[in-house]
């Protein structure tokens, strides 16, 4: 109820998403980025989407500790990531969240991502901007990013482009854009670019923030920025029927004895995969 009387008030932001390799510095770069974003007169809400929180009942809180020029900023909101179970449920509320915090007035928010998973995937379905934060020097530098997450990033920066690190990250950045030119042309017509920053050193920020406002500017003008928009919330419609239906069948106090038995029977072969989820389906259809 609450949701629906705040969708006429939503929309009205920039929604970014971030992810990046661990030890990248994302929470000094979250920093950095958001305290550009607010002395520019911005209003910024940090969400994260985290889950790996289930599992390891921990939360991004600790970010929120290592964030402390933008936790008392009064221009930004820090919301400590839910821990509630499936990465589906984790994915929705956080999408409700924005759309409490665009009526709030937020015209900026951030998504991160915690840990490196599907969770890009999902925070690649309900973001404008999605910006990949990558490191020089830690090896071969094309290793341990899945060319997924490389395909869906709108901008990468190199983070931590500083003191011994400055000709690696150079080096980097050429890597990087030869890597992006195997991608297929993106249908908003933007091409993304590579940059190098240091959010320790705030250099480069303004060149991050710049990129964005291109973008913003370009699918604005070409209906990019709407036509994604309206994809994603029909996107999040099916996904939110899903989930209830996922939920509504494995908490079935009927189903739940049965799934049991025959995950034994598959297991003992005497009964296959695909014939087991018939007789599963075919007796929810009988008794809900």
Same mark, same amino acid.
């Given at each position: /109820?609450?949701?629906?009387?705040?969708?006429?008030?939503?929309?009205?932001?920039?929604?970014?998403?971030?992810?990046?390799?661990?030890?990248?510095?994302?929470?000094?770069?979250?920093?950095?980025?958001?305290?550009?974003?607010?002395?520019?007169?911005?209003?910024?809400?940090?969400?994260?989407?985290?889950?790996?929180?289930?599992?390891?009942?921990?939360?991004?809180?600790?970010?929120?500790?290592?964030? /402390?020029?933008?936790?008392?900023? $009064? !221009?930004? @909101?820090?919301?400590?990531?839910?821990?509630?179970?499936?990465?589906?449920?984790? #994915?929705?509320?956080?999408?409700?969240?924005?759309?409490?915090?665009?009526?709030?007035?937020?015209?900026?928010?951030?998504?991160?991502?915690?840990?490196?998973?599907?969770?890009?995937?999902?925070?690649?379905?309900?973001?404008?901007?999605?910006? +990949? &934060?990558?490191?020089?020097?830690?090896?071969?530098?094309?290793?341990?990013?899945?060319?997924?997450?490389?395909?869906?990033?709108?901008?990468?920066?190199? !983070? $931590?482009?500083?003191?011994?690190?400055?000709? $690696?990250?150079? &080096? #980097?950045?050429?890597?990087?854009?030869?890597?992006?030119?195997?991608?297929?042309?993106?249908?908003?017509?933007?091409?993304?670019?590579?940059?190098?920053?240091?959010? #320790?050193?705030?250099?480069?920020?303004?060149?991050?923030?710049?990129?964005? /406002?291109?973008?913003?500017?370009?699918?604005?003008?070409?209906?990019?920025?709407?036509?994604?928009? !309206?994809?994603?919330?029909?996107?999040?419609?099916?996904?939110?029927?899903?989930?209830?239906?996922?939920?509504?069948? @494995?908490?079935?106090?009927?189903?739940?004895?049965?799934?049991?038995? +025959?995950?034994?029977?598959?297991?003992?072969?005497?009964?296959?995969?695909?014939?087991?989820?018939?007789?599963?389906?075919?007796?929810?259809?009988?008794?809900?």
């Amino acid at each position: /109820e609450i949701i629906k009387q705040c969708l006429p008030h939503s929309g009205n932001s920039i929604r970014i998403g971030i992810t990046g390799v661990p030890g990248v510095g994302k929470s000094t770069f979250i920093e950095a980025l958001g305290s550009y974003i607010t002395k520019q007169g911005g209003k910024l809400a940090v969400l994260a989407i985290d889950p790996s929180s289930e599992r390891s009942k921990g939360s991004i809180l600790g970010d929120k500790t290592r964030m /402390e020029d933008l936790s008392g900023d $009064k !221009n930004a @909101y820090i919301r400590p990531s839910p821990s509630a179970g499936s990465l589906g449920g984790v #994915a929705r509320k956080t999408r409700e969240t924005i759309v409490l915090c665009e009526a709030a007035g937020f015209n900026h928010i951030f998504i991160e991502t915690v840990g490196v998973g599907q969770s890009e995937t999902a925070v690649h379905s309900m973001t404008d901007f999605f910006l +990949l &934060l990558m490191l020089a020097g830690a090896g071969d530098e094309l290793q341990g990013i899945k060319r997924g997450i490389m395909e869906m990033a709108d901008l990468i920066a190199i !983070n $931590k482009a500083d003191g011994n690190n400055l000709e $690696k990250a150079q &080096l #980097a950045k050429i890597q990087y854009k030869n890597a992006l030119h195997l991608f297929p042309k993106k249908d908003s017509d933007w091409v993304p670019g590579v940059l190098t920053c240091s959010a #320790a050193e705030k250099n480069g920020i303004d060149s991050v923030w710049s990129e964005i /406002e291109k973008y913003r500017k370009l699918t604005n003008e070409n209906g990019w920025f709407a036509t994604k928009r !309206n994809e994603q919330a029909i996107y999040w419609m099916h996904e939110t029927i899903q989930e209830h239906l996922k939920r509504n069948f @494995y908490g079935n106090q009927e189903i739940k004895p049965m799934i049991e038995e +025959l995950e034994q029977k598959v297991l003992g072969q005497s009964v296959s995969s695909f014939a087991a989820a018939g007789i599963l389906l075919e007796i929810y259809q009988r008794i809900k």
